[in-house]
């Protein structure tokens, strides 16, 4: 790879990477005025749309009915399950708190691969799970008087990672047969069946208090963190090792803690400076077991934040 090639690749990390620790922040601040399920469904059209538009590109959006009805039962783990627990739970605890959680989506994808004996249990494994939960207890247990932070929002977030891990285990077999665009593009445009009717309970009073400042932030949520990332994501895995892109994951919560100090002015406490630490570190720990594979969700949120 010549280094214009691999400047580009570093460069859509980069960015894939940014946005998706940005995204917490900006589901916080849209929530405030956004109805969620409102602004689930606007997010994920616009997701759908753009990401349609590629996969026309790619003349690839005729699939067999198996795989539509296949892809439409994992959506309804993610992105439906994933995004109602992650966006529910942003609104009661801190970005920085539901960023430092999500970040475990890999550890819990191997203790479910454990409980159906996919994987074989090693001491860096188990002391890196060990360290990150760790991570999250001492987040959870001593941030708890952090301003804006809930142990119900704590445990909603968990939900969504439980969510992620679930859809991660049952793709495998999926990804044999459709390209990871498809499986993207199709379960955006899935959960639509689902945060269309829920959105419209929500009425329409609320756009007259849109401000330019959220309709941005809906903007960046459904094109740059949802469909913009991922196609990132997608253009780095083809010019890099994908052990460089799975740990460049673990750059998530430092982005959305530094960001959330300095755009909500919120304090760096020592349990989040702590707890993100011990996450950062215990993921790694297992990800370094993994060097050889190609990683199926990356680990980090779908958009997946």
Same mark, same amino acid.
């Given at each position: 790879?010549?280094?214009?090639?691999?400047?580009?690749?570093?460069?859509?990390?980069?960015?894939?990477?940014?946005?998706?620790?940005?995204?917490?922040?900006?589901?916080?601040?849209?929530?405030?005025?956004? &109805?969620?399920?409102?602004?689930?469904? !606007?997010?994920?059209?616009?997701? %759908? /749309? =753009? +990401?349609?538009?590629?996969?026309? *590109? $790619?003349?690839?959006?005729?699939?067999?009915?198996?795989?539509?009805?296949?892809?439409?039962?994992?959506?309804?783990?993610?992105?439906?399950?994933?995004?109602?627990?992650?966006?529910?739970?942003?609104?009661?605890?801190? &970005?920085?708190?539901?960023?430092?959680? !999500?970040?475990?989506?890999?550890? %819990? /994808? =191997? +203790?479910?691969?454990?409980?159906? *004996? $996919?994987?074989?249990?090693?001491?860096?494994?188990?002391?890196?799970?060990?360290?990150?939960?760790?991570?999250?207890?001492?987040?959870?247990?001593?941030?708890?008087?952090?301003?804006?932070?809930?142990?119900?929002?704590?445990?909603?977030?968990?939900?969504?990672?439980?969510?992620?891990?679930?859809?991660?285990?049952?793709?495998?077999?999926?990804?044999? *047969?459709?390209?990871?665009?498809?499986?993207?593009?199709?379960?955006?445009?899935?959960?639509?069946?689902?945060?269309?009717?829920?959105?419209?309970?929500?009425?329409?009073?609320?756009?007259?208090?849109?401000?330019?400042?959220?309709?941005?932030?809906?903007?960046?949520?459904?094109?740059?963190?949802?469909?913009?990332?991922?196609?990132?994501?997608?253009?780095?895995?083809?010019?890099?090792?994908?052990?460089?892109?799975?740990?460049?994951?673990?750059?998530?919560?430092?982005?959305?803690?530094?960001?959330?100090?300095?755009?909500?002015?919120?304090?760096?406490?020592?349990?989040?400076?702590?707890?993100?630490?011990?996450?950062?570190?215990?993921?790694?720990?297992?990800?370094?077991?993994?060097?050889?594979?190609?990683?199926?969700?990356?680990?980090?949120?779908?958009?997946?934040?």
């Amino acid at each position: 790879m010549n280094s214009g090639s691999s400047f580009r690749a570093y460069a859509a990390l980069l960015f894939a990477m940014l946005v998706w620790g940005l995204s917490f922040l900006a589901i916080k601040d849209a929530i405030d005025i956004v &109805p969620i399920f409102s602004l689930l469904f !606007i997010r994920f059209l616009l997701a %759908a /749309v =753009f +990401l349609g538009l590629w996969v026309g *590109r $790619q003349r690839s959006v005729r699939l067999p009915k198996r795989d539509l009805l296949g892809l439409a039962g994992i959506s309804l783990l993610s992105p439906i399950g994933y995004f109602l627990f992650e966006t529910f739970g942003i609104a009661h605890t801190q &970005p920085s708190h539901v960023s430092v959680i !999500i970040a475990t989506i890999p550890l %819990a /994808v =191997f +203790l479910i691969a454990f409980l159906r *004996r $996919q994987e074989q249990p090693t001491w860096k494994k188990t002391l890196g799970i060990l360290t990150a939960y760790a991570g999250v207890l001492s987040l959870i247990g001593l941030g708890r008087r952090d301003v804006g932070a809930s142990l119900f929002g704590d445990l909603l977030i968990f939900g969504a990672v439980l969510c992620a891990a679930f859809r991660t285990s049952l793709i495998k077999d999926v990804l044999k *047969r459709v390209t990871p665009l498809q499986l993207t593009f199709y379960q955006f445009f899935f959960s639509l069946f689902v945060f269309a009717p829920l959105a419209a309970t929500d009425g329409a009073g609320w756009m007259s208090r849109l401000t330019a400042l959220s309709v941005l932030e809906i903007l960046f949520l459904g094109i740059f963190c949802s469909a913009g990332a991922f196609l990132a994501m997608h253009y780095a895995l083809t010019h890099l090792a994908a052990t460089q892109v799975a740990v460049s994951a673990n750059l998530i919560p430092a982005i959305t803690l530094f960001a959330e100090a300095m755009l909500f002015r919120a304090p760096l406490t020592s349990a989040k400076l702590v707890g993100t630490g011990l996450v950062i570190g215990g993921v790694l720990l297992t990800q370094r077991t993994h060097a050889t594979r190609r990683p199926t969700s990356l680990g980090v949120p779908e958009r997946g934040g």
